[in-house]
């Protein structure tokens, strides 16, 4: 079975910045695409950004020009930088993975990291 493990939600005043961080572990054949969500309290789980394996990406527009996505597709890992932090930005933060295991393509998810961004 996959496991993702995000690391790098933590507190921030407004204009900060912070990298998250997710390694995909398991037994996995290829990696197609893994990418950032994030969910506010009381809202829907959105895109935040995303990367294929031939290293395109694509950004939601609340966050071009602020976070950058990147991948190391030796160690199954994604970050997430994002600078000059909005208290909008504020949620927890959720890795995905579309990965091939045992010959099938499936959708993984880690279980979150919290950023919260302060006035």
């Known amino acids: 079975q996959v496991q993702l493990v995000e690391s790098g939600g933590g507190l921030v005043q407004a204009g900060g910045s912070l990298r998250l961080s997710c390694a995909a572990s398991g037994s996995i054949f290829s990696t197609n695409a893994m990418g950032w969500y994030r969910q506010a309290p009381g809202k829907q789980r959105e895109l935040v950004a995303r990367?294929?394996?031939?290293?395109?990406?694509n950004y939601a527009d609340s966050v071009k020009g602020r976070f950058t996505i990147s991948g190391d597709n030796a160690k199954n890992t994604v970050y997430l930088q994002m600078n000059n932090l909005k208290p909008d930005d504020t949620a927890v933060y959720y890795c995905?993975?579309?990965?091939?295991?045992?010959?099938?393509?499936?959708?993984?998810w880690g279980q979150g990291t919290q950023v919260t961004v302060s006035s």
């Open positions: 990367i294929v394996s031939d290293g395109s990406t």
């Open positions: 995905n993975a579309h990965i091939v295991v045992l010959s099938t393509p499936s959708d993984y």
